[in-house]
């Protein structure tokens, strides 16, 4: 997410790019991109950047299951998948927010 703008991607359980386009930032304008998509999400991940609470609690509001991501704490491997870089404490004791593919429907 940038100050102006944000590139919405919207990915199948393969990975795959069903949707991706950069948008002005504006609530109406994503969540309408969203709505044709709404019954397949089972998640979103906002980037944690400065200017991220306006989309976060604007996509709450409309009941979505949101995720936020930290850029500082990801790692992208080769094959495209992320991964959370935590110590095994943390891991045992944090959700598996990204793993949004695999969440329950």
């Known amino acids: 997410m940038h100050s ?7 990915i199948d359980e393969q990975d795959r790019v069903i949707y991706q386009k950069r948008l002005p930032n504006g609530l109406a304008l994503i969540l309408k991109e969203l709505s ?3 019954s397949d999400l089972c ?5 944690s950047t400065y200017n991220w609470y306006w989309l ?3 996509l709450m509001e409309q009941d979505y299951n949101v995720h936020l991501a930290n850029t500082a704490a990801i790692q992208q491997y080769e094959e495209g998948t ?7 404490e943390e891991r045992s ?6 793993k949004v593919k695999d ?3």
């Open 4 to 10: 102006t703008n944000n590139v919405t991607v919207v």
């Open 36 to 38: 044709v998509y709404r």
């Open 43 to 47: 998640g979103i991940v906002v980037e």
């Open 56 to 58: 976060v609690d604007g």
């Open 82 to 88: 992320i991964s959370v870089r935590l110590d095994r």
């Open 93 to 98: 004791t944090t959700p598996t927010a990204l």
């Open 103 to 105: 969440c329950a429907r």
